[in-house]
């Protein structure tokens, strides 16, 4: 395993003839490539990087084509390295450590070394991003949905295999407990009661005599939430059994005893593609009380194009062709920040076959580390 470390500085503009503060720049010749960093600054810093070990002469200056950006690195006797990038133009200067987990280095050495580079620059601000971890088991970096980067606390494999239609992976983690990923996305984890309880109405609806279809929900939360509130019927489909196997051995925080079996007095797990389903609900007349989607969530895009999209737009189309004229859709949709993706399903809400009104209902769900956008529609 080894870690990167990433400094960024902001600078003035420097002076070709400018020397750092505290730092002894005297030399005799400058190349061109120095002078764009300032007079002797590849000496400069590397003073800077010897106080911890790292050889003050780099293995490498290079100057970019563009006249405007220089890279420099040094290297360690332990097997460590520092890159250290500026770009003139933009009077930014990023320093990129890697180190060797048995460098023995102590963790304070960065915050020196931050302070030290950036008197060296005469740099106004700079900001440290703590170490990434390389070459782990198991990647602990998962994107938010708006593309910011989540280190979980992972502590192992549980499960892992392929099914006919995905990737399915199933992470120990101490904040969340295990954690459900479906090629390569976080679907649920045992700490997300929240998300259950928000895509089946909040608590604010009586299911007694009701008639319910699930569209998904092969972590069973969803059957585990409802199969005991008295509901005249339930049937959920579900298009990969080895989804539900899996959460049936490893999630028991999240389907209790739920999918132990597929049929009950009142409900029914069907296992299959859910359109071809739907279409032979919509063509015998069936209706339902509730339509509950967590099949998949919004498609982030900036257009309503593609496959994703189609696909959407079709479950909706289908779940409006069974659900009964005072009935409830309840669905995810994104996160809070994916503001256009959300708009642009508002807008294809409007363009349904039929009129639908539509709610919102924002919550933070724990293992997402983000608020995420519920919807509830009715025609």
């Known amino acids: 395993m080894s870690t990167v470390s990433h400094i960024c500085f902001k600078t003035s503009a420097p002076s070709p003839h400018s020397r750092p503060n505290g730092v002894n720049t005297a030399r005799g010749n400058e190349s061109d490539t120095t002078v764009i960093f300032g007079t002797s600054m ?41 890159v250290i990038r500026h770009n003139i133009e933009q009077n930014l200067t990023t320093l990129t450590v890697e180190e060797n987990p048995r460098s023995g280095l102590e963790r304070r050495w960065l915050a020196e070394l931050e302070s030290e580079v950036r008197s060296c620059l005469g740099a106004e601000k700079s900001y440290r991003v703590d170490p990434i971890r390389l070459g782990l088991d198991v990647n602990p970096y998962v994107p938010t949905s708006d593309g910011r980067i989540v280190e979980y606390d992972f502590t192992g494999v549980v499960y892992e295999a392929d099914s006919p239609f995905q990737h399915i992976a199933i992470y120990s983690s101490n904040q969340f407990g295990n954690m459900l990923f479906l090629d390569g996305d976080l679907n649920l984890s045992e700490s997300d009661c929240i998300y259950t309880d928000t895509i089946t109405g909040g608590g604010k609806e009586n299911f007694s005599g009701k008639r319910i279809l699930v569209l998904g929900g092969g972590d069973g939360g969803i059957l585990k939430a409802l199969k005991d509130v008295d509901a005249e019927e339930i049937v959920m489909l579900e298009i990969d059994q080895l989804v539900i196997d899996a959460a049936k051995v490893h999630l028991p925080g999240i389907c ?20 071809p389903l739907l279409k032979g609900f919509v063509d015998d007349g069936r209706e339902f009380d509730y339509v509950i989607n967590d099949l998949t969530a919004i498609p982030l895009s900036t257009q309503p194009v593609g496959s994703q999209w189609d696909f959407m737009r079709l479950i909706l189309e289908l779940s409006m062709g069974v659900l009964a004229p005072n009935g409830r859709y309840f669905t995810q949709g994104n996160g809070f920040n994916c503001v256009n993706a959300l708009k642009l399903y508002e807008i294809e809400l409007s363009k349904l076959s039929c009129k639908v009104n539509y709610s919102k209902e924002t919550v933070c769900v724990p293992s997402y580390q983000e608020l995420w956008v519920f919807y509830t529609i009715w025609r």
Do not use: M, Q, W
Request: net charge negative.
């Open 256 to 275: 209790g005893d739920a999918l132990d079996n597929l049929t009950g007095y009142n409900y029914k797990v069907i296992i299959g593609d859910c359109v």
């Open 42 to 82: 590849v000496e400069a810093l590397g003073e800077c990087v010897a106080r911890h070990n790292f050889k003050c002469e780099p293995i490498a200056v290079h100057r970019f084509s563009d006249d405007k950006t220089i890279l420099i690195v040094y290297v360690s006797n332990h097997g460590s390295h520092i």
